[in-house]
Structure formats: C-alpha cells, structure tokens
C-alpha cells in the first residue's frame, strides 16, 4: 500500500505562484511514478503533468507546460507541482497518483490516490 497526502493548495490572484506537494507513505516510493490530475466543478478529472520514478520521463498537458513544472524528491517521499503564471481555468481540486508504470499514471489508472487540496485563482 501507498499513501499520498496532498498539500500546498490555497487561494491566490491571476499571475501568483503556488508549489503542491504529494508525500508518500507505505511502500518505496522512489520505485513509483507519480501524475498529477485536477478536477474543475462540473468537469471531469483531467492530467496534469506526470514523473516517472527517476524523473527520465514527464508530461505535461498542453494547457499548463511552460507554467508548471514536475520534480520530486525521492529521499523525502516527495513530488512537488511548481505552478507559475497561474490562471482562474487552472481552479481546481489537485490530485497525485502513483503506481508502478509510467503508462498507468499517464492514462488515469493508478492504483493510489491521495485526497486532493484545492488550487483557487481568482481573476
């Protein structure tokens, strides 16, 4: 079993920064790549951004490359979500995933899930 809390969300304004954080607890979590998906009121999950287990692979949705960006820390069970130049469309409830593929994170299938935290931009 993997265990994923979410944190780092908040309310900010158009233009500001906020860096989430997704920490693991159970299983050797360096051996897993973690994805990051949001979901909007009224809208369906969607991907974010993904990181293989030694970060050789990542993703991003075309929505926020160039304004996010993935990294982790394996020695402190640890994938951070670096989101710059933040949008009110980027409000959401952020999620992190994790299971032992890269195509399974990247595909919406992960066996775990943390509970989300809540990424707010008002205009």
């Known amino acids: 079993q993997v265990q994923l809390v979410e944190s780092g969300g908040g309310l900010v304004q158009a233009g500001d920064s906020l860096r989430l954080s997704c920490t693991a607890s159970?299983?050797?979590?360096?051996?897993?790549?973690v994805a990051w998906f949001r979901q909007a009121p009224v809208k369906e999950r969607v991907f974010v951004a993904a990181?293989?287990?030694?970060?050789?692979?990542?993703d991003y949705a075309d929505s926020v490359k160039g304004r996010f960006t993935i990294s982790r820390d394996n020695a402190k069970n640890t994938v951070y979500l670096q989101m710059n130049s933040l949008k009110p469309e980027d409000t959401a409830v952020y999620y992190c995933?994790?299971?032992?593929?890269?195509?399974?994170?990247?595909?919406?299938?992960?066996?775990?899930w943390g509970q989300g935290t809540q990424v707010t931009v008002s205009s």
């Open positions: 995933s994790a299971d032992l593929q890269y195509l399974t994170v990247i595909s919406d299938r992960s066996h775990y």
């Open positions: 990181t293989s287990w030694n970060v050789g692979n990542t």
């Open positions: 159970g299983r050797t979590f360096s051996n897993y790549a």
